[in-house]
């Protein structure tokens, strides 16, 4: 295997097939010595954390290919806690997408003269640029296509997978007595252009509150697996 790229949390390999290795690890984003996902640089390692958020990634993305929902997702290696993906291309420099059930975090610290915290939202998609050093800056649909990041058709394709996909965790934290509230996600998409779900889907992307009370993300796992 040739190691491609060097990640916070992954490390990419090239494989002989033409799809690629993802190396979970456990290190984890946060600072001074407290796990943040909401950081852009690592702040700790802790032991295990790359399993269980390949376990989780594993069982997301299992379900999400059986809905019919296009991922890079081929299968998991939970022995060396890797992960072989499809090749795709990324979105600029790199796209988040967000889909928000509730009003918390920076939506709230936002729009907060216009709803109350806590207040439900009907699948509300944004999207950001990666940029650490401009604070990942929200960016509109026709933000996105002026400057070639994007197409209107993947753009709509991007928005209607990102709902479904939502509900797929949402019905999932529900059975499990919890409530989502965001989600975090990255799209790629293939030589023709089609879009498709990358990366992870792991606790540490994601708001879940159960009575009323945000769940940490390393509970959140735990939690999960019950």
Do not use: W
């Amino acid at each position: 295997m040739q190691l491609v790229y060097s990640g916070k949390t992954k490390d990419v390999f090239a494989l002989e097939n033409g799809n690629y290795l993802l190396k979970f690890k456990d290190d984890v984003t946060g600072k001074d010595g407290v796990f943040d996902p909401g950081e852009n640089s690592v702040g700790l390692t802790i032991e295990g954390v790359g399993d269980i958020n390949l376990r989780m990634t594993d069982y997301f993305f299992s379900k999400i290919n059986d809905a019919g929902i296009y991922t890079h997702f081929v299968k998991a290696n939970f022995e060396d806690t890797t992960m072989e993906v499809k090749p795709a291309k990324v979105f600029g420099k790199g796209l988040e997408v967000i889909c928000r059930l509730r009003a918390v975090g920076s939506f709230i610290r936002r729009y907060g003269d216009y709803i109350e915290e806590g207040a439900k939202l009907d699948s509300y998609v944004e999207m950001t640029l990666k940029d650490d050093a401009k604070g990942d800056p929200l960016i509109t649909k026709d933000g996105l296509i002026a400057l070639n990041v994007m197409s209107d058709k993947q753009y709509e394709d991007i928005k209607a997978m990102t709902v479904k996909i939502t509900d797929i965790v949402a019905k999932e934290m529900e059975a499990r007595g919890m409530e989502l509230y965001d989600i975090k996600f990255e799209y790629g998409f293939d030589d023709n252009g089609d879009v498709m779900l990358i990366d992870e889907i792991a606790s540490g992307n994601m708001r879940v509150y159960k009575d009323g009370q945000y769940i940490q993300p390393m509970d959140l796992a735990e939690m999960f697996f019950q």
